[in-house]
Structures are given as structure tokens and as C-alpha cells.
């Protein structure tokens, strides 16, 4: 664990954030030596910053709890001490677009959560299993915005996770998707801390996230789409219609998905060899936080379960279950996965490294 790159966290006290230092506590390349959030945290330490909220069921890392939260606005306090920062701060859009850019353009190697740039065209929206070239826009963004060793990586969000694998690995096989129905039941972790009130979730289901839908029909195309002069653009192949659910699970979002294809249709009984045997750069490169198998396909009738399935090789694998013929399109399954590790900080994690096996993370 000798010379770990150092490594900071902004938005470290939330819920996204308190996976990123777990996650951290034992990384053999990344080692958490900075941590900030809102001007209510700082100054404080980690654990008194997170006391009475520490929501993780492991206990804090010794190492993070004395150190002293900062404030994620002040890009100067960050400077000398980490070469690459993981943003799960939660503010209006605006301000999280424009200090990302501004921790990159101090030099930064940034990868972010939040959705402030997942449309920018020059800043990669990764899934390493996926679209691992992406990540060769940075020499562009670099580039056209002056910066020298800094750059914007994103994440997609986090609902759609749980299908993207499986369709890609079928994109990699020669099918062409070219209508997608899907239907989300999105965990309440999803809304981070303290989320949504118990007295709505409870016994309940809320057939509406603010802005979710959009992402999930929109993130797809550019995570399916090519770089060309310099910046991303969108797959104009594919149309998706998503209906987003918030149900009272509290990790691990499902997705319903029914699937058309252009062209050659896959038959079912090749689609789960297929996705058993996927295999991308991640697992290639033997990444630290990536799967060893990125796609599990589970035979019984009744999965996948979010509380039976989410944590599965280290809650980074995508579960897929429920292969069958559908009558309106052509194939339907469901997906799942872990929103707060895969779809989220373990994701970011996971891109950082490979990131750093690509050489931008000096
Ligand atoms: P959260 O639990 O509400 O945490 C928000 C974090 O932002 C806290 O550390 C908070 O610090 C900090 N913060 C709030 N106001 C701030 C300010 N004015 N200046 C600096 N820091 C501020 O939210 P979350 O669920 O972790 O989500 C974080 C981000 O990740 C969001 O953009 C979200 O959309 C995205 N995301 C979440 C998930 C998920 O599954 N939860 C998945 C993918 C992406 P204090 O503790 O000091 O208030």
C-alpha cells in the first residue's frame, strides 16, 4: 500500500461521499487524504462532521476521522495536497458546473456524480465496461480549455446502470438496439440523506423523480455514442422511453426493460451466454474495483432481489434475470445493481482507475 496517489473527496459527509471513504479505507492505488463539504462541516472534524449520520455498516476509517473537512467551495484549500478529487457535492447545478471547472482548471483530475456535465460535449460520461475511449477526449478538453494535468470525468446517473452492460454486451455481439422500454423501481438511497420522507415511502411507491426520466433517455446516447473532432456525439440510432418509480428499498435499483433491435434479432437462448461470458477493458486491465464478472445472469424465476442480489462481487456486477420473448418488442429482462457502489462511488472509483491505467492521473 506503499505510494498511494493522495486523493480527496468533495461532498466526503454525504451519502454518496461516505461510500467514496469507504470504499477508499484499504485501496491499493488511491488513499483519502482530503475531505470537504458545505461551510457547516467545515473546520470540523470528519467524525464530528459526520456524527449522528455515519450511514455506513462499517465503522469509520480511522485514518479519515481526524481529518479536518474543508470547505468544497474553496478550490485553494485542496491545492498541494491530492491529485484527484471525487465530487458527490449536492447544490443548484449551476454552481457544481462551474466548480468542477474550476477544480479542473487548477489542475485536478476530477470525476464527478453529479449530472452538472454529463451534456457537455468535450467531458466523458464513462461506464468502463462500456466506453473506456471516451476517456480519450481528455487530451482535447485539455487542449481546447488550456488545462495541463487537469480534466472532467462524469459519471452517468445512476438509474441507468442496470441495463446499460447487458444492451452493450449485445451491441458488442452485432445486435443493434433500436427502441428501449424501461421501468425503474429506484431505491430510496438514491435521494441521499435524509431523502424522502418515510411517512411518503413507507408502504408506498412515488411514480415520479424530478429529472430522472430525461437522464435515463438521454445518458444512454451519449454513453453509446463516438468521439469525433474532439467532443462526444450522441448515438442518433436509438429512442428510449423511461418511467421512473421511487419504492421503499433502501439500496439497489431495478429496471424492467423491454428491448427492439434494427435489424438481426438475437435468439434468447445465445443472449445468456452472451452476457455470462462479457468481458471488457476493466476486467482486462484487473482493475481494483472492478468485477470479475460484470454481468450475472441468475436462472430463477423470482430474481433478481435487490436485499439477494446488490452486493454481489463487491456490489460492482450488474444482476440480470427474467430473459424472455416480448410480445410489443423483441427481448425483455430485468437488471439490477447497487446505486450507491456501482452506481455511484464505486462506478467513480472504478473510472478513476481506469483513468489512472491510461496515464491521465499523474
Ligand atoms: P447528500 O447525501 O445530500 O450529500 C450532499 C453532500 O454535498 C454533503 O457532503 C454536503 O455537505 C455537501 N454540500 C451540500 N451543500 C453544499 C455546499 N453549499 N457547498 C459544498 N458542499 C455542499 O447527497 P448524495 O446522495 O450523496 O448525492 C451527491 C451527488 O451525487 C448528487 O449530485 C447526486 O445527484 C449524485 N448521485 C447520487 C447517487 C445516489 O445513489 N445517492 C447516485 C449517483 C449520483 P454537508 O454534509 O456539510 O451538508
Redesign the pocket.
Known amino acids: 500500500m506503499a505510494n498511494r496517489i493522495p486523493v480527496g473527496v ?10 467514496f471513504i469507504r470504499l477508499l479505507e484499504n485501496h491499493p492505488w488511491f488513499e483519502v487524504v482530503y475531505v ?7 473546520g470540523k472534524t470528519f467524525a464530528e ?2 456524527k449522528g ?1 455515519w450511514h455506513m455498516s462499517t465503522p469509520l476509517p480511522a485514518k479519515v476521522s481526524h481529518l479536518i ?1 474543508e ?3 474553496n478550490v485553494k484549500a485542496a491545492q498541494g495536497k491530492c491529485a484527484l478529487l471525487f ?5 443548484d447545478k449551476k ?2 458546473a462551474a ?1 468542477e471547472l474550476a477544480y479542473a482548471a487548477a489542475g485536478f483530475a476530477v470525476v ?5 456535465h454529463r451534456g457537455t460535449p468535450d467531458v466523458p460520461m464513462v461506464i468502463p465496461e462500456v466506453n473506456p475511449e471516451h476517456l480519450d477526449v481528455i487530451h482535447c478538453q485539455r487542449q481546447a480549455r488550456g488545462w495541463t494535468t487537469g480534466c472532467l470525468v462524469v ?1 452517468s ?2 438509474s441507468i446502470q442496470s441495463y446499460m452492460t447487458p444492451i452493450w454486451a449485445l451491441m458488442q455481439a452485432g445486435f443493434a438496439p433500436k427502441r428501449i422500454i424501461l421501468t425503474t423501481l429506484q ?1 430510496v ?5 435524509p ?1 424522502v420522507p418515510s411517512l411518503d415511502i413507507v408502504d408506498n411507491i412515488i411514480p415520479y423523480i424530478g429529472g430522472e426520466e430525461e437522464k435515463s433517455e438521454l445518458e444512454p446516447l451519449k454513453i453509446f455514442g463516438r468521439l469525433e473532432n474532439g467532443v462526444i456525439v450522441n448515438n442518433s440510432e436509438i429512442t428510449i422511453s423511461a418511467h421512473c418509480n421511487r419504492v421503499a428499498v433502501i439500496d439497489g ?1 431495478t429496471a424492467c426493460v423491454s428491448l427492439e433491435f434494427a435489424g438481426a434479432k438475437p435468439k434468447l437462448e445465445e443472449i445468456i451466454p452472451l452476457w455470462r461470458a462479457f468481458r471488457a477493458v476493466p476486467q482486462e486491465l484487473e482493475l481494483p474495483m472492478a468485477p470479475k464478472n460484470p454481468i450475472l445472469y441468475n436462472d430463477e424465476p423470482n430474481r433478481p432481489q435487490p436485499r439477494k442480489d446488490r452486493d454481489l462481487d463487491k456490489a460492482m456486477a450488474v444482476t440480470v434475470g427474467r430473459l424472455r420473448k416480448c410480445h410489443v418488442f423483441d427481448i425483455r429482462f430485468v437488471g439490477l445493481h447497487h ?2 457502489v456501482r ?3 464505486g ?1 467513480a472509483i472504478l473510472t478513476a482507475e481506469l483513468m489512472k491505467a491510461k496515464g491521465f492521473i499523474g
Do not use: E, F, W
Open positions: 468533495l461532498g466526503a459527509t454525504g451519502m454518496v461521499g461516505q461510500n470537504a463539504a458545505s461551510p457547516q462541516s467545515a462532521a459526520v449520520r473537512v470547505d468544497a467551495g465530487s458527490a457535492v449536492d447544490l454552481a457544481i466548480l464527478s456524480n453529479n449530472s452538472a459519471k446517473n445512476c431505491a438511497s438514491g435521494a441521499g440523506y431523502g435499483h446505486n450507491t452506481g455511484a462511488a462506478g
